[in-house]
């Protein structure tokens, strides 16, 4: 059975801190990776990922992914409140569905 | 470009009930995936619509039914509502069907509550 798990379930951080959100799988026929933020609602796309060891960047966001130990992390520098959310990832299951941990729940104080 | 809309926000039901939620995929996205998302826990996958078809479908007992228009418009309906059916419906877009590489936008959701 397909299985997805993120860790830490959540964290408390100040602005200006560094994290790193884990996120381990065992799924069929593995094919992707999708991390998204959810702030309330609506999950945001933030970085997909298919290969091993090419690292994603977008600002102060990054990911990898390692295909052969079955996880990818998501980094986070210089947090700031803006980043306080719900990061969830989402491997893609060879039975042709996203499987969805229960996420990280990240949030950032002042 | 319009993203992807879902309607109603919120929605109060009773036991037993029916009820129909709407989502309208982001412009030129063909394929409506449909999740349920239970307080603290990360979404769960209900099915998936493609070319007017159901072409997959997640643990969900037959009483989750949905549609999908010839606009890409799509429908969830949920019959003889239980308690446990309260959740966030999120409905997600994307284009070309069941394929790895898709990435998956979402709507804002629809808030279920079932008294």
């Known amino acids: 059975e397909d299985k997805v798990v993120q860790s830490p379930l959540s964290l408390v951080v100040h602005e200006g801190d560094t994290v790193t959100l884990n996120c381990s799988y065992e799924v069929t026929n593995f094919r992707s990776l999708l991390w998204y933020k959810q702030e309330k609602k609506a999950p945001t796309f933030l970085f997909m990922l298919t290969s091993s060891g090419i690292e994603k960047k977008s600002g102060r966001l990054s990911s990898i992914l390692d295909k052969k130990e079955l996880f990818s992390i998501l980094n986070i520098t210089a947090t700031q409140t803006g980043d306080s959310a719900i990061y969830l990832c989402?491997?893609?299951?060879?039975?042709?569905?996203?499987?969805f941990g229960t996420g990280t729940r990240l949030k950032v104080l002042a | 470009d319009a993203g992807v809309t879902q309607s109603p926000t919120h929605l109060i039901k009773t036991r037993g009930q029916q009820v129909t939620l709407r989502c309208s995929p982001k412009s030129g996205h063909d394929t409506v995936s449909w999740y349920q998302q239970a307080l603290g826990q990360g979404p769960q996958f209900i099915f998936q619509y493609y070319e007017e078809e159901e072409r997959q479908r997640g643990n969900f007992p037959d009483r989750f039914s949905g549609h999908q228009f010839p606009n890409y418009s799509s429908e969830l309906n949920v019959n003889a509502l239980l308690l446990g059916d309260s959740a966030l419906y999120l409905c997600?877009?994307?284009?070309?069907?069941?394929?790895?590489?898709?990435?998956?936008?979402f709507g804002a959701g629809t808030r279920l509550s079932v008294l």
């Open positions: 989402a491997p893609f299951s060879g039975t042709y569905k996203y499987i």
């Open positions: 997600a877009s994307s284009l070309g069907g069941l394929i790895a590489k898709n990435i998956q936008y």
